[in-house]
């Protein structure tokens, strides 16, 4: 009997979450300098493909890897195995979420990771779910979220001048709770589905051509069909049905509100790129992709870089408000490559980045 070939790191999805991570910079940087409408049309189109999508990518990766680091528990159905992994994902995940609000205290009220926490420890619950549970359990988090976005005011909370800019009751049981769960920029409800479609395709033995094609094909129809009848929708609506402004409420495929066609529209897309990766890295890998590969493995410090250091140039350089598009953008890509530069320069010297080492140390 021949052994599935998925022992060994998939260095494709390292790609991914680098890719991942410079569309995270690109959104972040462009937020943090109010510049994502102050440019060229073309420019505010091609910035707003990442918005939302970036993340989405980011926080599958996180469901795939692990579902790989369970997967001998998942299969041996040991209960021993499964609490020591369950242990594992709850000491990283309380990494995360203590790393998250720190950078939300210091003034980082984009953060991610203290969701990302949140979807972990979740998820460590779910690790021996079969294929159609999790299904099922994406199905039942998806149509609950999209009630609950119906039934109540997803600017609750909000800066009624800063929009989604300031968080007015964050630091209160009840607002860190409703943005927690609702209507922060990451909520568990529906981001959570992110992470759990990741797990669901991390069961999937992605060394499989035949079946990472069909990934592929199933990927790129998902994302036309679920633009198209976004848009089909949305003017349908609009025409007896629903204002404008309510019409892109539901059906808009943008990540606020993230409502079910933005988490399909983005799951699928997600896929495409994550697959996509795999193949590049595995018939083109050469020096730029190796080093590409080599800083998406540390994601997790460069993300918290991005926060304490890229962000600390702007204000010393005084480049922090009414920035235009452009430079946002050169400034994302510059520091990016500045963080590939490091991360080749730091493995020559070490096995994982700083943060990546603490994690491991902190959840053994």
């Known amino acids: 009997m021949t052994k599935r070939n998925d022992d060994r790191r998939i260095e494709g999805l390292d790609f991914a979450r680098a890719l991942a991570m410079l569309g995270m910079f690109i959104v972040n940087f462009g937020v943090i300098t109010d510049s994502t409408t102050n440019g060229s049309t073309w420019l505010i189109a091609f910035q707003h493909l990442f918005e939302g999508r970036a993340s989405a990518v980011f926080v599958m990766l996180a469901g795939i890897g692990t579902a790989l680091m369970t997967r001998q528990a998942r299969e041996s159905k040991d209960p021993i195995l499964l609490r020591q992994n369950r242990l594992t994902l709850w000491k990283r995940a309380l990494l995360l979420f203590t790393i998250g609000i720190i950078l939300y205290a210091i003034g980082w009220t984009g953060d991610i990771l203290h969701y990302y926490g949140v979807y972990m420890f979740v998820a460590a619950w779910l690790i021996a779910q079969s294929k159609k549970m999790m299904i099922f359990i994406i199905g039942a988090i ?108 539901l059906f808009d495929t943008g990540p606020i509100p993230p409502n079910m066609m933005y988490v399909l529209s983005n799951s699928a897309s997600a896929i495409v790129i994550i697959v996509g990766s795999i193949y590049l890295v595995e018939t083109c890998k050469n020096k730029v992709i190796q080093s590409f590969i080599l800083t998406g493995q540390m994601s997790l410090t460069h993300y918290v870089g991005h926060v304490v250091i890229g962000i600390g140039i702007l204000i010393i350089c005084q480049k922090l408000e009414n920035q235009t598009l452009a430079f946002s953008m050169l400034y994302a890509c510059c520091y990016f490559l500045g963080c590939v530069v490091v991360s080749v320069w730091w493995r020559t010297k070490h096995h994982r980045g700083p943060l990546e080492f603490m994690m491991r140390k902190w959840s053994l």
């Open 142 to 249: 998806l149509i609950l979220s999209q009630w609950l976005q119906i039934q109540f005011s997803y600017l609750a909370g909000w800066h009624p001048t800063y929009v989604l800019l300031e968080y007015l009751d964050f630091w209160t049981p009840a607002g860190f709770i409703r943005n927690l769960m609702f209507n922060g920029y990451h909520p568990l409800f529906p981001w959570i589905c992110f992470f759990l479609i990741g797990m669901v395709v991390g069961t999937l033995d992605l060394t499989n051509h035949t079946l990472r094609k069909n990934l592929l094909v199933i990927g790129l129809l998902l994302v036309i069909m679920t633009e198209t009848c976004s848009t089909l929708f949305i003017k349908m609506t609009t025409i007896h049905l629903l204002d404008v402004e309510s019409a892109l409420y």
